[in-house]
């Protein structure tokens, strides 16, 4: 009879030993579950702020112009409720859309949610990163000056006076986003086309201006513009073939705001992703031409010209594109970095050799005064792993599942121990 306890006891034991093991790791799991979904979310939000809401939010969250900071503890601390109104209903009469696509805007609820856990748990620092990443970052609203000699030329056409006023409101209010000549840019299409003015009645453009495009960085002029300045816009849209070339010119392009801050990253880009082939210092190597010396600054005046060159290549060498690998801001810091050598660059650089850098297999590394190791390929891309900052790793997660181990475990141990019962039980009666 004794053994009988004694089964009993060792199920017993077996079971509770799994259920224990089973609710110790429970609630860790389930928190790190939770922590994973969150920083999915979050990671899925960051990318469509970026497409969506950083042109008027800036890029973290600081706010532009007359547009709201939403890096604010007001909104971290309301309610989820009245913030998902906010951004699936918009604000009436304001730039700010609707986003839902219930109420027209283009995003569905999981991705409204997404937003929604940037704002209150994100990082904006790491949101910031996706942004510049993506090559998305606003800049500071632009405007271009018209010539006094263009807007006489304009003023002569039938109509002239209100097509000049609209020249003057795009050259301010849109040649941000729609370009030069509204020609379009990568933030709008172009607003000087056969199609719109044939397609389109002046009714159709009035209302895209008038209340802005649903679901698009297209904002509501209603709240700006008056209804002439409106009419006005709308008869350039339709006669635009009739205007001088080039009547409104490219907006200036930004200069690059050099910090310590930027040149230390860009110190580390290019480390990491030039000094390979342009040397440790930029002076050359056998596979790159150098860029720390005289003759390459004064080639290169202009940044916009080192920037063009960075994230186009050059075509047909060795040189890659970096613009698809690096952001913009990235490249500008490279840039940055670069100009930093300017002041005291050699007028003739001293190619770097060996070590690494595609010289002879048996000229030892050290032979070279700056060998540096290649293992620096990956460039350091914004994104970060972590956006929601919480800093925690599922590194230390368990490897197993212990609801599917319970699962398992648990009738196992059953079937166990009424084998062993049985068995027992039979041995005794054989042996009675
Ligand atoms: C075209 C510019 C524009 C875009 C794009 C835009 N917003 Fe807004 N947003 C505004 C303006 C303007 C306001 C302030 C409206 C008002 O006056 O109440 C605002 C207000 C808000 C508010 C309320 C802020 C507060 O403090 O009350 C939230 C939240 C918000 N936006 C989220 C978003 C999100 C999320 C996106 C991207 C899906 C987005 N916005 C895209 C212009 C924009
Ligand atoms: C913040 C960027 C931005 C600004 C500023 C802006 N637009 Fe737009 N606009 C857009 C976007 C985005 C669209 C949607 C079409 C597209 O996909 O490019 C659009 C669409 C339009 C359309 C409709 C085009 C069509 O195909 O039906 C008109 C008309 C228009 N804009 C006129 C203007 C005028 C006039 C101004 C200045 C008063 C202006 N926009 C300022 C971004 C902008
Ligand atoms: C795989 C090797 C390689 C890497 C990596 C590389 N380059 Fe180059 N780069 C070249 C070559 C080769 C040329 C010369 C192209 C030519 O013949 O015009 C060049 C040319 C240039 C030029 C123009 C120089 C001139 O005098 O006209 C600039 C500027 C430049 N690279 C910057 C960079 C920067 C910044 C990086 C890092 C982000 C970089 N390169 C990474 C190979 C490389």
Redesign the pocket.
Known sequence: MRQHYLIGFFAALVLSIALGLYMFFEPARQAQAQLDLLTQQVSEGQE??A???????GAAGEGLG?????D?E??RA?DFDT?YK??AR??YD????A?SVTDG?P?NDAQ?ES??A??QQGDWLSTRGVVVGLGLEPRAPISVTVTNETLLQIAALPDGERLASAVQTYATECVACHGANGQGTSLASALNTEALRVDRSAAQLTTAVTS?VAG?????WAGTLTPEQIGDVVLLIQRWDELPANAIPEPPARPIIVTEALLAAGEQLYAASCARCHGTEGQGTRRAPALNEQPFFETYTADAALIQIISQGVPGTAMPAWGDRLGETEVEAIVAYLRSWEPTAPAVAVPQTGGGFGGPPWQRANAAPNAQPLAQEQPQTATAADPVGAGASPASAPVVDWRIAALIGIPTAFVLATLVGASLALWKLRNA
């Open positions: 469509l702020y497409e969506d809401c950083a042109v008027c939010h007359a547009t709201p900071a939403l604010s007001g909104l309301m913030l906010v951004i918009g604000r304001t730039a700010m859309a986003w805007g995003l409204i937003l929604i940037v704002i802005g698009t960085v297209m904002p509501a």
